[in-house]
């Protein structure tokens, strides 16, 4: 089996470690990055067997092809390796927006392929190869969101290579998908650049920086992310952001009035949240 990773910063990179530690179906692992010291750098980490510095190269004969680049930029990479994809290839992607995506690939992928959207719950605050591990996508829920058309064999595939990575596979409708990950992925991360642009633009920062401790620095791990990957996250699901954004502000300004009240509630707002996410974390477990 032959494997094209289009993509090799750290889910990229990461995917390549995993399948060739578990060595699932012996497939040789080809690897892709649009800046060649990237590429070569994933070759000598042993991310990958072999490179190629053109597209199409990299995906031609290759049984799957695995998309790990910022979710803006899947739309001109179906275009160009479309025309090259091999008879009964499965394509699939790694992207945090799904809705896009699964248009773009029913629009521009040949029938002769099958495409099964994927996102894995996974991740760091820093990015790139050197930050790829084998075990990044461990225990983690990663999201399937095959088209209408897709053939079920190769769903099983694809399902079969997340259990090698480690992973949950789940299957989700694309529009679901979109709506609850901006909820618990895409909000968090707007709430860790607010905080981070609002403490760090006011006057006070110099000294107010010397007593951030850990809870700043968990609060705005996200903020240290990639910004083209957060940004394209940002305008490819803007509906669903913007609507969790509001709600957001509705609950933040519910907090307000009762801090500025002086009431005993917001002791009772706290311990309903403490009580909410205790048995978030339980069922976790």
């Not at 394509?91 to 099958?114: G, Y």
């Not at 075990?135 to 088209?147: A, E, K």
């Not at 009762?258 to 309903?272: M, P, V, W």
Request: proline share 4%; charged share 20%.
């Amino acid at each position: 089996m032959r494997i094209a990773i289009i993509g090799l910063g750290l889910i990229g990179g990461s995917i390549g470690f995993a399948l060739k530690q578990a060595g699932w179906r012996g497939a040789e692992i080809i690897g892709y990055a649009r800046r060649r010291e990237t590429a070569s750098l994933a070759l000598k980490l042993g991310a990958v067997d072999k490179i190629e510095l053109d597209l199409r190269s990299a995906v031609k004969d290759a049984d799957i092809v695995i998309i790990a680049a910022p979710v803006l930029t899947i739309k001109d990479i179906f275009k160009q390796i479309a025309p090259v994809l091999s008879d009964g290839s499965i394509v699939t992607d790694t992207a945090s927006t799904k809705m896009q995506v699964m248009q773009w690939a029913k629009e521009l992928l040949p029938s002769r392929t099958s495409f099964v959207g994927g996102h894995p719950m996974a991740g760091k605050e820093i990015s790139g190869i050197r930050a790829a591990n084998d075990d990044l996508f461990h225990n983690c829920i990663y999201c399937l969101t095959p088209l209408p058309q897709t053939k079920p064999a190769a769903v099983r595939i694809v399902k079969d290579m997340v259990n090698k990575l480690g992973a949950i596979p789940i299957i989700i409708e694309a529009e679901e998908h979109d709506r609850l990950v901006a909820g618990v992925s895409h909000l968090p991360l707007l709430l860790s650049v607010a905080l981070v642009s609002v403490t760090t633009k006011n006057p006070s920062w110099q000294q107010m920086s010397r007593l951030a401790a850990s809870g700043y620095r968990d609060l705005t791990r996200l903020a240290s992310g990639n910004p083209e990957v957060s940004a394209h996250i940002c305008l490819s699901n803007q509906a669903a952001i913007v609507s969790w954004i509001d709600a957001f502000i509705d609950e933040l300004q519910r907090l307000r009035s009762l801090i500025a009240d002086g009431t005993d509630e917001i002791e009772e707002a706290l311990a309903l949240a403490n009580e909410a996410r205790q048995k978030w974390l339980e069922r976790r477990c």
